[in-house]
């Protein structure tokens, strides 16, 4: 690939085989976040509806479905009486599960 010898140039990325473009605004954004050393660390990519675990704090280990109507709730469902409760889940870490 000629692209790969252009002077700057790294690599490509990639989502499953597939050449993706990222937004100019998304890397701005990174590199601003980089350029004022702001800490930060690797996240899972998570999206509602998706399985997910609670990491740290008093609720440990506890599993529901992501929900999103304006504040983060974790939906956990009891199956078995066919119920479910959200709980606000701001400031906790999670997981995909």
Same mark, same amino acid.
């Given at each position: 690939?000629?692209?790969? %010898?252009?002077? *700057?140039?790294? *690599?490509?990325?990639?989502?499953?085989?597939? #050449? #993706?473009?990222?937004?100019?605004?998304?890397?701005? +954004?990174?590199?601003?976040?980089?350029?004022?050393? @702001?800490?930060?660390?690797? %996240? #899972?990519?998570?999206?509602? *509806?998706? %399985? @997910?675990?609670?990491?740290?704090?008093?609720? +440990?280990?506890?599993? *529901?479905?992501?929900?999103?109507?304006?504040?983060?709730?974790? @939906?956990?469902?009891?199956?078995?009486?066919?119920?479910?409760? #959200?709980?606000?889940?701001?400031?906790?870490?999670?997981?995909?599960?």
């Amino acid at each position: 690939m000629q692209l790969l %010898h252009t002077e *700057g140039v790294i *690599g490509l990325i990639s989502f499953r085989g597939v #050449a #993706a473009s990222i937004p100019a605004k998304q890397i701005e +954004d990174l590199q601003r976040l980089l350029s004022q050393k @702001v800490p930060c660390a690797l %996240h #899972a990519f998570l999206k509602v *509806g998706q %399985h @997910v675990r609670i990491r740290g704090g008093c609720l +440990d280990g506890l599993e *529901g479905i992501l929900e999103q109507h304006g504040e983060k709730n974790l @939906v956990i469902s009891i199956e078995s009486i066919q119920r479910a409760v #959200a709980i606000t889940i701001e400031g906790y870490e999670l997981e995909l599960i």
